[in-house]
Each structure stands twice: as C-alpha cells, then as structure tokens.
C-alpha cells in the first residue's frame, strides 16, 4: 500500500503563530486529503485537494503530486486549532498519516 | 444533508457480549468504510464497500468481527464475542468515488 509520513509529530504555538504542516507520500495518487480531529475526536474533512493550492479562511493547503508532497498552512493560529492533523491518500481506500498533533496556548 | 450517523455515541458492554454498530452513510455516496482508532496503532481500515459489496476486509483483525450492508443507507459492525482489547472508537465514513471523504462522530466502544 501507499505510505503516508507527516511531520512533525508534535507542535506547540502561540496563539496568533502561523505553522506549516507536511505530509509525504510514496505514491502517484489521484487525490490527497487533509483531515482535522479536535479534542472530542470528531474527524472533519479539511481539504480534498488533488494538485495546487486551495484556501479557507486560515487555512491553505497546497498538493504538488509530482514531488509528493502536501503542506497545510495555519495562520493566526487559535486555541480551537488544537487536535491532530491527519492527510490521506486515496487509493480506493484511504491510506492515513499518523498525524500531527498540534497545540495552541493561549 | 445530516452528514454520516453513528450509532451508538457510546457503548459499554461486559466481555463475551455481543456488540453491534450502526452507521448511515450520506445519501448518494458509493463507498463505505469502517475505521478503528486506537493509542497504540492509529486509524485503521477495517473493512470498506463499494456500492453495498465489501471489497476489502483484510483490516478485520479476527473472526469475530463481521460487518454487513444490506443496502445503500446501512451497515452494521459486529464484534462477537467482545474482548476487552476490542475497546476502541469505531467510525464509519463514506464517499462518493475516492472523493471527499466524511466520517460519522464515532462509537466509543468499552468492554470490561
């Protein structure tokens, strides 16, 4: 199957910091997806996001499926930032990172 | 749209009983899957269907856990008999293609 890195494992900002998350992958794939889990442990579907870039609100992500590679941009992080941060390949399934955990101090 | 329904939210049952899990995936989606997340291993793939047909289920860990849909708006996961090591937070989502994905809120499972 697909293998599916993302770094780094564990952060910590500042309220109002800006972070870049990454998510390597070993593949060709079709699409990419970024995923976040807040403390209550409910997955939300941040992005599906094949190739460039897209934007909402704070986020951006952008997806360069020649290198493999997709970044998550969080600017002017806030506290309901907090969970963990998982991207995912489609391949039929969907082959999950093991996240990043992120946590945002007042 | 309600979104992916779970039931149970949660589920506490003593070892040996058998527990069933509920899911109602977004009208119109063709593909269904079964997650589990644990500490220890993450989010894993169970089992997945495709237009009501389970395509893969290499992710089932055991005999003991079977999972059916009878058509396009249910499906069931069953663990029986429950070991305490089966205490999770199941979750099921669903997909139109390899399209955005979205998942249900998810069964926390306890056995004792």
């Excluded at chain 1, 409910?42 to 020649?66: D, E, H, M, W």
């Excluded at chain 1, 963990?84 to 093991?98: E, H, I, L, R, T």
């Excluded at chain 2, 039931?7 to 063709?30: A, F, N, W, Y």
Aim: hydrophobic share 35%.
């Amino acid at each position: 199957g697909i293998q599916v890195e993302q770094s780094p494992p564990d952060l910590i900002l500042q309220e109002g910091a800006n972070s870049t998350l990454r998510c390597n992958f070993s593949d060709s794939v079709n699409n990419l997806q970024w995923f976040h889990q807040n403390p209550w442990g409910q997955l939300i579907n941040l992005f599906y996001i094949p190739s460039g870039t897209k934007q909402n609100g704070r986020l951006s992500a952008t997806t360069v499926a020649t290198e493999r590679y997709s970044l998550l941009y969080i600017s002017s992080s806030q506290t309901t930032d907090s969970g963990v941060y998982f991207c995912a390949v489609p391949d039929y399934k969907f082959y999950f990172g093991s996240g990043t955990k992120l946590n945002v101090k007042p | 749209d309600a979104g992916v329904i779970q039931s149970p939210r949660h589920e506490v049952t003593e070892m040996g009983q058998e527990v069933t899990l509920r899911c109602k995936p977004i009208s119109g989606h063709d593909y269904l899957f079964w997650y589990r997340q644990t500490m220890m291993r993450g989010l894993e793939l169970l089992i997945y269907f495709n237009n009501n047909v389970p395509i893969d289920d290499s992710g089932m860990p055991e005999d003991r856990f079977s999972a059916k849909m009878p058509n396009a708006s249910f499906s069931t996961l069953k663990i029986q008999p429950s070991e305490p090591r089966d205490s999770a937070v199941y979750f099921c989502a669903s997909s139109k293609g390899t399209t955005r994905a979205f998942f249900g809120q998810g069964t926390r499972l306890t056995v004792v």
